[in-house]
């Protein structure tokens, strides 16, 4: 891809945080463990979406590597994290040096790289739903008699 196509702007920057921010809202609504269920289910098939990325066999080097905290995501929202943030940095050697993710979009690796590591943060802290706990579980034991 044509490297002056690749550059970087302000906007370029700071739209990624919408997904990023979409990620947490739509995961957020999940009961906590279908949101880490799921989220496993979402690393393991992001190990994949560069197959075809320009690095030839060492993409399926990274696909082995990332199934394994793609596995242990089952279990921990820390390892979901590890694994965002493994894509990410995936996500920039794209950038630099392989094939974008989206050919139509030169800063799409970028802009992933921007996105996965706010949402690996949120998965760092426990995933937690940014909705709150519904209100009966707010309450005292002792209140919902």
Known sequence: MDTA???????ALLLPLIPALLVIVILSRLP????????????A???GL????GFGAWEFVYMIVASVPA???QRSFTATGVAWLMHGAWD???H??????WHWDALSSLGCAVMDPVVALWFFAGAPSIFGKPAAARQPADARA
């Not at 196509?5 to 906007?11: E, F, G, I, N, S």
């Not at 560069?50 to 990325?53: D, I, K, S, W």
């Open 96 to 101: 630099f040096y392989g094939n974008t993710l």
């Open 71 to 73: 596995y242990y995501a």
């Open 45 to 47: 098939g992001f190990t």
């Open 32 to 43: 906590e463990t279908t949101r880490m269920r799921w989220s496993a289910v979402s690393a």
């Open 92 to 94: 920039l050697l794209h």
């Open 50 to 53: 560069y197959l075809n990325g």
């Open 5 to 11: 196509a690749r550059v970087v702007t302000l906007p």
